[in-house]
Each structure stands twice: as structure tokens, then as C-alpha cells.
């Protein structure tokens, strides 16, 4: 079993950054991919980004692009979300999610029927 925590959540204005991070108790991080996912309140879980076990490959949600970073070390046992220039449209829960097969195919990063692993989620508020 693969316990994962988020921290660093809050609220932050428009046009701010904040840093997720999410640390992972597993002794086999570094073979896992991870992924982030948010849920806005009455909307469908999203995927956001996500990262290889190598930390070579990089995938993001268009809605997110050229704002949002995910990064990983392998040493820490975690994944980080760096956000900048925050919308009032980024705010939802956000949570990470661990894939042990590190994506068995190259298009099954997005789907959150392939990760194994969730966090219990950390809150992300972005006020006007």
C-alpha cells in the first residue's frame, strides 16, 4: 500500500503562485509515475499533470499549459506542482495520484482509471 500526503494548498490572489507538494511513503516512488488531478466544486475530476519515473516526460492539461510545472524527486519520495499566474478558474481540490506501471501506453496519463494511488487532496482557492 502506497500512502500519499498534498500539502501546500491555500488561498493565494490572481496572477500568484503556489507549490504543491506531495510526499510519498511507498519504498518504490521512484518506479511509479504521478499525476495530478483537481475537482472544482459540482465538476468532474480533471487531469492536470503528470511525469514519468524518470522525470523526463511531461504531460499537462491545455488549461494549464505554459503556467503550470510538475517536477519530481526521486530522493524526497515526492511531486511537486508549481502554479503560476493563478486564475479564479484553478481553484479545486487537488490531488495526486501514483501509477505503478508508470503508464503502461503512452496516452493512458490522463485517465484516472490507471492510477492505483490517490491523496486525500489539498484545497486550492484563487480569489478575484
Known amino acids: 500500500q502506497v500512502q500519499l500526503v498534498e500539502s501546500g494548498g491555500g488561498l493565494v490572489q490572481a496572477g500568484g503562485s503556489l507549490r504543491l507538494s506531495c510526499a510519498a511513503s511507498?519504498?518504490?516512488?521512484?518506479?511509479?509515475?504521478m499525476g495530478w488531478f483537481r475537482q472544482a466544486p459540482g465538476k468532474e475530476r480533471e487531469f492536470v499533470a503528470a511525469v514519468r519515473r524518470s522525470g523526463g516526460s511531461l504531460y499537462y492539461a491545455d488549461s494549464v499549459k505554459g503556467r503550470f510545472t510538475i517536477s519530481r524527486d526521486n530522493a524526497k519520495n515526492t511531486v511537486y506542482l508549481q502554479m503560476n499566474s493563478l486564475k479564479p478558474e484553478d481553484t479545486a481540490v487537488y490531488y495526486c495520484a501514483a501509477d505503478p506501471d508508470n503508464f503502461k501506453y503512452s496516452g493512458d496519463y490522463d485517465l484516472e482509471y490507471e492510477y492505483d494511488y490517490w491523496g486525500q487532496g489539498t484545497q486550492v482557492t484563487v480569489s478575484s
Open positions: 511507498g519504498r518504490t516512488f521512484s518506479s511509479y509515475a
